[in-house]
């Protein structure tokens, strides 16, 4: 009887504190999206829903890359209770290069450096308030970053 | 035990700005080794959490289109001198580094 009780209060505390996380941190690495190998398959792993094109969201990358091997990209937002925001490039043999989850506490505004075989669309989508908006551009690559 | 992670944190402000350099080969297993005629292996760094006084600021997940010798950016709010900044990864082979540093 004792042990039942114990064994009772232990599962409430484990059921409160999994309610307690923020719903933001309960996502792992989605890895079949990783796995993808085209846009259309990422962006059915990640999202659910609408995306729209938006001019909230800016995203920094050369017109024309020298080196493919390292492409710097920045995206940021005016849109608010910014979720998520992903990078992807279209012609990769893996599209979705990074996708990051932000808290609260963030403001909207990340850079990374990318690879990218050949010249392709880079398109990022921020998830902000539960919906989904987009932003894209066409880069040159000169030199691709890929292989060797 | 992977390289250490190269932080630069400073608060502008009530913004801090964080620049990251994460020294790792970011092989996507698609290279040719120009020697041996052989493929590299996949080794690339998966996941990278961003932690502010211990609280998770943000959680980035990468996959083989990061380049090698990762660079992050990245901004949030409430930071104040003192303040410690965590940041740690962990790569498809296991492997993990974490560093910190400290506002001023």
């Known amino acids: 009887m004792k042990l039942q009780r114990r064994a009772l209060i232990r599962s409430l505390f484990t059921a409160a504190a999994v309610m307690a996380v923020p719903r933001w941190l309960l996502a792992s690495r989605p890895d079949a999206a990783f796995d993808a190998d085209n846009t259309a398959s990422v962006v059915g792993d990640l999202f659910e829903g609408p995306i729209t094109e938006s001019d909230q969201v800016t995203l920094k990358v050369p017109d024309i890359a020298e080196n493919g091997a390292v492409v710097p990209v920045t ?36 850079s990374v450096r990318i690879k990218m075989g050949e010249s392709s669309k880079v398109q990022t989508v921020v998830k902000a308030g539960g919906k989904l908006y987009s932003a894209s551009k066409e880069v040159k690559v000169t030199i691709g970053g890929c292989g060797g | ?75 949030f709010k409430g930071a104040k001198p003192g303040d410690k900044l965590e940041i740690s990864w962990r790569d498809n082979t296991g492997d993990t580094s974490v560093s910190e540093v400290t506002f001023k």
């Open chain 2, 1 to 75: 035990m992977g390289k250490p992670i190269k932080i630069k944190a400073k608060i502008k402000g009530d913004v801090a700005e964080v620049k990251a350099l994460m020294p790792h080969p970011m092989e996507s297993g698609a290279r040719v080794d120009a020697d041996t005629g052989e493929t590299v292996p996949k080794h690339y760094i998966e996941e990278v959490v961003c932690k502010h006084n211990g609280n998770v600021v943000n959680t980035a997940f990468w996959g083989t289109g990061v380049s090698k010798n990762p660079y992050m950016a990245f901004k």
């Open chain 1, 75 to 110: 995206v940021s937002t005016a849109l608010t209770d910014v979720e998520s925001i992903s990078v992807m490039v279209e012609n990769n043999p893996t599209p979705l290069v990074a996708m990051f989850e932000l808290s609260p506490q963030s403001v909207p505004e990340i």
